[in-house]
């Protein structure tokens, strides 16, 4: 039997099926695109779609992971590959590797969380602030001035100090997601989802500037990785753990144990988004009424 030459071999790829953040539908239903793997690890492989408008991001991930709100989530195994490694996503698919990956359904990664009374969310602000000073998890921005000027400014309603403190925090810290981005992600997921459900229109409006602000420019100013989930959290899209902590302060599940998973993420992410969340909360709270 004759043998064919290495350089003639087909790699013949595998074919899986993930379930799919809705965020990335109009990325995976586009014509294909290059793309590339910007960080890869056992639970995750982050790839950076070149796009003609910007660079996206998606994260293929396990179901041991953070099911972060542009992601795929896959029930094998990751597939071998390292960072700077070519990719393909488009026509329905994400090539990786050997692996080619399709959606075999979506969810909502921004469900609405329906009407909620602000009195009720103002009963939710004293356990999330002790539950959260109590965790030996700290935020990595604790004691940071321009956090204190955005809770200050967003308590307010004042536009001035809340985007001028927002302006300071994005990229702040190391790491692919800054605890400042986290932070902002936080607070903008909080008011755009409790100040749609309290009927806070004043909260809302702050949301809607405030993400323009952090997300102009963004990629100059931030990672990649971070720059796409700011991205999504301007428009209300988050994590797992942060909807499953939104649905405990509307009243819609038990907090405590929804809080204790988000804080065990990363080593300052869970605290820094919680940080973002209690900024939010209480921004919605003053700007109702509800605190008085």
Same mark, same amino acid.
């Given at each position: 039997?004759?043998?064919?030459p290495r350089a003639?071999r087909?790699h013949?790829?595998?074919h899986?099926t993930?379930a799919?953040?809705?965020?990335l539908?109009?990325?995976l239903?586009?014509?294909?695109s290059?793309a590339?793997?910007?960080?890869a690890?056992?639970?995750?492989v982050y ?10 991001v @998606?994260?293929?991930v396990t179901?041991?992971a ?7 989530? @896959?029930?094998?195994?990751?597939p071998?590959?390292?960072v700077?490694d070519?990719a393909?996503?488009g026509?329905?698919?994400i090539?990786l590797?050997r692996?080619?990956?399709?959606a075999?359904?979506w969810?909502?990664?921004?469900p ?7 009195e009720?969310l103002?009963r939710?602000?004293?356990a999330?602030?002790?539950?959260c000073?109590r965790?030996?998890?700290r ?9 204190g000027?955005?809770?200050q ?7 001035l100090k809340?985007?001028?403190a927002?302006?300071?925090l994005?990229?702040?810290g190391p ?5 400042g981005?986290?932070v902002?992600?936080?607070l903008?997921?909080a008011l755009r989802h ?6 806070a229109?004043?909260a809302v409006?702050?949301a809607d500037w405030l993400a ?11 990672t990649?990785i971070?720059a796409?989930?700011?991205?999504c959290?301007?428009?209300g ?9 939104l649905?405990g302060?509307?009243g ?5 144990p ?8 990363g080593h ?5 988004l919680?940080?973002g969340?209690? @900024?939010?909360?209480a921004?919605? @709270? ?5 605190g008085?």
């Amino acid at each position: 039997m004759e043998r064919v030459p290495r350089a003639q071999r087909v790699h013949v790829r595998a074919h899986a099926t993930g379930a799919a953040s809705t965020t990335l539908r109009r990325m995976l239903e586009a014509p294909r695109s290059p793309a590339r793997v910007l960080a890869a690890f056992p639970a995750g492989v982050y790839l950076e779609v070149r796009t003609e408008l910007e660079p996206q991001v @998606i994260a293929v991930v396990t179901g041991q992971a953070t099911r972060l709100p542009n992601a795929m989530v @896959i029930s094998g195994p990751m597939p071998g590959v390292a960072v700077g490694d070519e990719a393909c996503v488009g026509d329905g698919s994400i090539d990786l590797g050997r692996l080619s990956l399709r959606a075999h359904r979506w969810w909502d990664p921004a469900p609405p969380l329906g009407p909620v009374p602000v009195e009720r969310l103002a009963r939710s602000l004293p356990a999330l602030t002790g539950l959260c000073e109590r965790s030996a998890r700290r935020p990595g921005l604790e004691g940071n001035g321009a956090a204190g000027l955005l809770a200050q400014g967003c308590a307010e309603g004042s536009l001035l100090k809340s985007v001028t403190a927002a302006e300071q925090l994005v990229g702040l810290g190391p790491g692919l997601t800054p605890s400042g981005d986290d932070v902002l992600a936080g607070l903008l997921v909080a008011l755009r989802h409790l100040g749609g459900a309290a009927g806070a229109g004043r909260a809302v409006w702050l949301a809607d500037w405030l993400a323009a602000a952090v997300t102009f420019d963004v990629r100059g100013r931030t990672t990649p990785i971070s720059a796409s989930l700011l991205q999504c959290a301007a428009r209300g899209e988050a994590s797992g753990e942060v909807l499953a902590v939104l649905r405990g302060l509307a009243g819609r599940q038990s907090l405590e144990p929804a809080l204790h998973r988000l804080l065990r993420l990363g080593h300052t992410s869970g605290a820094d988004l919680a940080w973002g969340l209690r @900024i939010g909360l209480a921004a919605v @709270i003053d700007l109702e009424g509800g605190g008085s």
